[in-house]
């Protein structure tokens, strides 16, 4: 009883002293980080889901012309903000032949940029969204709009962000990649290839925050919209969830509601997106998520049924989790 009681009280101390430290880097970089925080907003992330789900991109079936208009997007941007690829100068494609993806499908591409960190470069924080869906079936277009065209609005402005504090002498102290993975809907099957052929040794890959459908409210929130599901955040790391909690109660405010990271959920969404790949390497992980909804998987996720609002204040939080994992003193330790 003694030594138990004891052991007690050294974990609750312990926990005292990482929470305050982390208190500390926060207060440290608050205002640093929402000066770019405030540069992620509703209407940029509207003008690009208009785009990127549009029928124009005829639902980015894995391999398909949609989805390399897709891909050929993201990378015009990266080059319009002058944001590099960590593969080879002007290549940001990663190509993933067929027999790496599934019996018919067209070979396809993971999208990927990239900023140096100044301090620990060969450190690496991944964000990923996966850039595919479902393309076309009798004759309707599955625009994808939340599934996933809020990921990869959302990365696109966090990279930007972040560019932003580049130039201005704020980037980050690690590494960050920005990971577009295609075959989501297939099977995981780009973040599947990118683990099994990473740009930077998964070993100094310190995070994977990945975002899959973050735009739309579910009916379980329908009176409190500001929410949003954290999956995994626990499973490796204590650290890094405590982190979370403790950069969404000093900037975001957002309900972080833990239903589905229950080991017990019958949906098992921890097991279901692209950053399964990465935590089955010992990487830590967030997924973040909004649930299931009417149009989930149907040609009606539409653009138009979006909560740009909600959009923008998760893309915060993403952002705003990033940059502190990315600038405090030490790595995240793997602790479970
Ligand atoms: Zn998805």
């Not at 065209?149 to 704020?170: C, H, P, Q, T």
């Not at 995070?207 to 735009?215: H, K, P």
Request: with cysteine; aromatic share 10%; net charge negative.
């Amino acid at each position: 009883m003694k030594t138990l009681l004891l052991i007690f009280s050294s974990i609750l101390l312990i926990n005292c002293a990482s929470n305050n430290h982390i208190n500390a880097t926060a207060e440290a970089t608050g205002e640093t980080a929402t000066k770019y925080a405030n540069t992620i907003t509703e209407a940029d992330l509207k003008e690009r889901l208009y785009v990127f789900a549009s029928d124009e991109f005829e639902g980015r079936n894995t391999g398909e012309p949609g989805q390399k208009k897709a891909a050929e997007y993201l990378k015009k941007f990266y080059v319009n903000h002058n944001i590099p690829s960590p593969i080879s100068y002007g290549n940001y494609y990663q190509n993933i032949p067929t027999e790496n993806l599934k019996p018919n499908l067209k070979p396809s591409e993971n999208v990927l940029a990239f900023i140096k960190g100044s301090e620990k470069p060969e450190e690496i924080i991944v964000i990923s969204a996966h850039l595919d869906h479902l393309g076309i079936t009798d004759d309707e277009i599955y625009n994808g709009a939340d599934d996933n065209g809020s990921g990869n609005v959302a990365i696109l402005e966090i990279a930007e962000a972040f560019k932003k504090a580049v130039e201005n002498g704020k980037g980050p102290k690690r590494s960050i990649l920005f990971l577009h993975v295609t075959g989501e809907e297939k099977g995981l099957l780009g973040s599947k290839y990118y683990v099994s052929h990473p740009i930077f040794p998964l070993k100094n890959t310190i995070v994977n925050l990945n975002i899959d459908m973050i735009g739309r409210v579910d009916d379980a929130h329908e009176k409190q919209p500001e929410f949003v599901y954290l999956i995994g955040s626990d499973k490796l790391s204590s650290e890094l969830h405590l982190l979370s909690e403790t950069i969404n109660d000093q900037f975001t405010n957002l309900h972080l509601d833990y239903q589905y990271n229950d080991d017990d959920d019958p949906n098992r969404f921890y097991y279901r997106s692209d950053h399964y790949n990465f935590a089955k390497n010992n990487i830590p992980i967030i997924f973040y998520f909004n649930g299931t909804h009417q149009d989930y998987h149907e040609p009606s996720d539409t653009p138009d049924k979006i909560n740009y609002e909600v959009l923008q204040k998760r893309t915060q939080l993403i952002f705003y989790t990033a940059w502190e994992i990315a600038n405090r003193e030490n790595r995240i330790a793997v602790d479970k």
